[in-house]
């Protein structure tokens, strides 16, 4: 079941006087939420081989996450890794998961989770973040999770909106950089 669902359903039985059913239902929903983190956890452990720090650093919040996305990792400094070894991390990171994530299927769920724990040493979604986290079987973005084409986006206002979708990297690469000589900054590439 999924959480938004646990969510609506519990409210029903607190309005028709069934609160301990109620309570009882949110405590379950709310699991879900940590076992997306366990899966976190599990996902840092593959991506970064030794992640022991990630049980101190890593703080789950129950917040949703900012914007339109199914989680985001929020810290403090820089990051930075080369490969799959992180060279500098931050001393607290925090998770945030959205609704819509835990209303998923477990794959997708790991999926983005690969996704974040790749942010734990890269925080742009560049070609060595891109290439762990498909080395993982990530998604590249969040937008991503069932199609493997490349979208080049371009910024409208304040989000970004698909203009052009490529099979292969390397042509939405050079298309994009051809577009970012032209209006710098504008543009995106998303998988």
């Given at each position: 079941m999924g959480y938004?669902?646990?969510m609506e359903l519990s409210q029903y039985l607190e309005r028709a006087g069934y609160g301990d059913l109620a309570k009882e239902l949110r405590v379950l929903a709310s699991t879900s939420r940590d076992q997306a983190f366990r899966m976190f956890k599990e996902a840092a452990r593959k991506v970064w081989r030794n992640s022991d720090f990630v049980e101190q650093a890593v703080t789950l919040s129950h917040e949703e996450p900012k914007g339109d996305?199914?989680?985001?990792l929020a810290y403090a400094g820089n990051v930075r890794a080369i490969g799959d070894s992180l060279i500098v991390r931050?001393?607290?990171y925090t998770l945030r998961i959205a609704d819509a994530l835990l209303a998923k299927d477990e794959t997708t769920i790991m999926k983005i989770m690969i996704h974040e724990a790749v942010h734990l040493g890269y925080p742009r979604h560049d070609a060595d973040f891109r290439r762990l986290v498909r080395e993982h079987g990530g998604a590249v973005s969040e937008s991503a999770t069932g199609d493997d084409s490349i979208k080049v986006q371009m910024k409208k206002g304040s989000r970004f909106e698909t203009i052009k979708t490529f099979d292969d990297e390397h042509e939405?690469?050079?298309?994009?950089?051809?577009?970012m000589k032209i209006n710098p900054g504008k543009y995106r590439?998303?998988?």
């Open positions: 938004l669902y646990s996305v199914l989680a985001s931050s001393k607290h939405a690469m050079k298309w994009a950089k051809e577009q590439m998303i998988q």
